[in-house]
């Protein structure tokens, strides 16, 4: 168990002394550069396609509600208009 911990600590200290010699080199700096921008424009994407979203569900939400109004006013209509007159004689 005790040198499970050892081996991964090892290997730990190596991939992050290889990530910092990566980051520190010129070639490095530009994959880090081009993966942040990339990540920033995906970002500016999702924020305008959930936006874009935002307004539809606000648009359906809206056309049913018009829709049900319309409709309970149809049968409240169908409703007035099937009631017995009633005879003041």
Do not use: C
């Not at 081009?34 to 874009?52: F, H, P, Y």
């Not at 935002?54 to 006013?73: F, G, M």
Request: proline share 3%; glycine share 12%; net charge negative.
């Amino acid at each position: 168990m005790g040198v499970n911990r050892w081996v991964f600590f090892i290997a730990g200290a190596v991939l992050g002394a290889a990530g910092v010699g990566f980051a520190t080199s010129p070639g490095g700096k530009k994959v880090i550069s081009d993966v942040i921008q990339g990540g920033s424009g995906l970002k500016e994407n999702v924020a305008t396609r959930m936006e874009t979203l935002k307004e539809d569900i606000e648009d359906y939400v809206a056309e049913t509600k018009h829709k049900r109004a319309q409709k309970q006013e149809d049968t409240e209509t169908a409703n007035d208009s099937s009631e017995p007159a009633s005879d003041p004689a």
